[in-house]
């Protein structure tokens, strides 16, 4: 018999997934009581739930495009990965999505928290694998066309940094790859100094219950990740992508395979954005603007759409002067990146979504800012 687990379900959420040109349907928005992941980003937005959500959620749509991405270039395309390993995977972030695209017979999820992986296999259908403190004593005989590990190696002492990369590409079947994320020493602060090694450590993480000696924070160079990729997996060549995951991690790609293309170093992650502004303008009239941009290479933003109700309403292109994204990202091409909607409204709640494809057919939904949540009117809700 399946014994409960303490969560809520988020099902109005459910209309937003659809929201697109290739609608998400009945998503689990189940998210467990002890997700550390989502409590983390709800305490660092102020405790903010609403805030939180459109960041857990839309986090874990971003790792899918990631996936989907370099997916398609190891081969053609996600539905021919034959055997996918979600290594460290929480509680379900990105599972939820996947197995959308996926089916769950060929997903693997794999966490310390033994809790993570029953809920997981309970709710998404998912094979599922308790890992331990040790790589040495892992038990698992499957092998992966795709390893996937999303922020591990940011919090590994360097005693067990080395061992899990070379575990982990021992999972890998012929021709697969090892995707991973890491921490670059340009996220540290500017009076920390990354020692002659390229590895630092400090016992301080977001987790309430792991020691923090054994998950803490870690920052790496890319020379010391050149020497521990050559050591942990014979392989000279690999592949790096600066702050591909949530425009924050480096994403680096080693493959069971004596080549690598250097496609792979440009990972196309979809577009982002923001809502700005929401306003009344008459009794019929309801204004959206904001900003929406792609940093990828060769991407760029196709249109932004308004979703009402579920319908599309509009579309448009970001086309309005907006130096100060430009000078945020250091990215001279994002200057016209502002775009503006007059949207018809009634007195009934009306509930908006915007949504942002780029060139590649990659979609992102954008989330207001916390201040803009509380400031819309009373009809519009998800706005």
């Known amino acids: 018999m399946e014994r409960p687990f303490p969560y809520h379900i988020h099902p109005e959420f459910n209309d937003v997934f659809r929201c697109r040109n290739r609608p998400l349907r009945d ?13 983390y980003i709800k305490e660092y937005g102020e405790n903010d739930q609403q805030t939180a959500l459109w960041e857990y959620f839309t986090g874990g749509l971003h790792m899918l495009n990631l996936v989907r991405d370099l997916a398609g270039k190891k081969c053609s395309s996600l539905i021919n990965i034959r055997s996918f390993l979600d290594f460290a995977s929480g509680y379900g972030r990105l599972t939820r999505f996947l197995v959308k695209e996926l089916s769950r017979e060929r997903i693997w999820v794999c966490d310390i928290y033994a809790n993570a992986v029953e809920f997981q296999e309970q709710q998404f259908g998912v094979h599922g694998v308790e890992s331990v403190p040790d790589p040495e004593d892992f038990p698992c005989d499957e092998r992966f066309d795709f390893v996937f590990v999303a922020s591990l190696f940011s919090h590994l002492p360097e005693g067990m940094f080395t061992k899990w990369l070379g575990k982990l590409y021992s999972l890998l079947a012929p021709k697969g790859i090892l995707v991973f994320s890491v921490h670059d020493e340009a996220l ?8 002659a090694t390229g590895f630092l450590f400090q016992p301080h993480s977001e987790s309430r219950s792991l020691d923090k000696n ?7 160079n890319e020379e010391f990740m050149r020497k ?5 997996t014979g392989r000279e060549v690999y592949a790096r992508n600066r702050r591909g995951l949530w425009k924050l991690q480096d994403v680096y790609v080693v493959a069971d395979d004596e080549y690598l293309s250097s496609s792979y170093n440009h990972i196309a992650w979809g577009p982002e954005g923001r809502i700005e502004q929401c306003k009344i303008l008459s009794s019929s009239e309801l204004l959206l603007s904001g900003w929406a941009a792609d940093l990828s290479r060769g991407g760029f933003v196709a249109e932004v759409q308004v979703w009402i109700n ?6 448009t292109v970001p086309d ?11 990215n001279k091409t994002l200057g016209t990146s502002g775009w503006q909607f007059v949207a018809p409204v009634t007195a009934k709640e009306q509930r908006i979504v915007v949504n942002v494809v780029n060139n590649l057919g990659t979609e992102t939904f954008l989330q207001p800012g916390m201040a803009l949540t509380s400031l819309c009117p009373t009809q519009v809700k998800w706005c």
């Open 27 to 39: 998503v689990s928005t189940a998210i467990h009581d002890d997700d550390e992941m989502f409590s």
């Open 228 to 232: 521990a990729i050559r050591e942990a």
């Open 320 to 330: 309005i002067a907006r130096p100060d994204v430009a000078l945020a990202f250091n």
């Open 214 to 220: 054994q998950y803490g924070s870690t920052w790496v």
């Open 188 to 195: 540290l602060p500017s009076n920390v100094a990354m020692p």
């Open 310 to 315: 579920l319908k599309i309403l509009a579309r």
